[in-house]
């Protein structure tokens, strides 16, 4: 007995030594959607002889960020409570958690009949019961979190309205299912555009986007 209890608290305190040394999670973790847009499947051969098909002169389309989950809470709200809690005191919602929503994109793209140079940019999504708006801003993000940063915004606290390049209004519509955790993704992708789409909970929020002419 006394070996059996021996054995137990020894295992005991190991498994809690090795939960003390085990980093915490984070709440949110970081996430990518990328495609690869406007190039050309071409054939070549390889060095053996044979033929392979290769996209050429494509250009890539990225959207990082941080991905909170819904963990049973209710997430919009309704009537003047809507987007409160999202926005947790800033005057937008910066569309993830933590750091702000990052585009880069190395083709010109259009939005709503605007277009967007190359480059990168923050997200941010101004929200209304029914009608989400797209915003597209020069403000440059805070990759950790620095409160004696005044030139950089973390998340969307700092926003302002005058570094915006681009507003568009979102296609908003529910799904018959909940996504727990908050994505970004592509859908529809052509050699003219695709779509730029958020999901969480039940929520699909879209933004038609097409390839400009370089």
Not at 2 to 10: D, I, Q, Y
Not at 31 to 37: L, N
Not at 180 to 197: A, P, Q, R, S, Y
Request: a positive charge; glycine letters at 10%.
């Amino acid at each position: 007995m006394k070996l059996l209890t021996t054995v137990l608290c020894t295992t005991a305190l190991a498994g809690a030594a090795l939960s003390a040394q085990m980093p915490a999670r984070p709440a949110s973790t970081p996430g990518s959607a990328e495609i690869e847009v406007g190039g050309k499947w071409e054939t070549e051969k390889t060095p053996n002889g044979r033929e392979r098909q290769v996209y050429k002169g494509g250009k890539w389309v990225s959207i990082s960020y941080s991905r909170p989950l819904k963990r049973g809470r209710e997430l919009f709200g309704t009537g003047d409570a809507y987007a409160t809690k999202l926005n947790a005191g800033a005057p937008v919602w910066r569309a993830g958690a933590d750091v702000s929503t990052r585009l880069k994109t190395e083709a010109p793209l259009v939005l709503g009949g605007k277009t967007l140079a190359p480059g990168e940019y923050t997200m941010f999504i101004d929200l209304k019961p029914g009608a989400w708006t797209l915003i597209v801003s020069n403000h440059k993000p805070q990759l950790k979190y620095d409160p004696a940063n005044k030139t950089e915004i973390w998340g969307a606290y700092g926003y302002d309205a005058k570094n915006d390049v681009l507003r568009v209004p979102m296609q908003v519509a529910e799904i018959p299912f909940s996504l727990e955790e908050l994505t970004w993704g592509f859908t529809d992708v052509t050699d003219k555009g695709f779509t730029i789409h958020l999901w969480w909970d039940q929520m699909n929020a879209s933004v038609p986007v097409t390839l400009a002419a370089s």
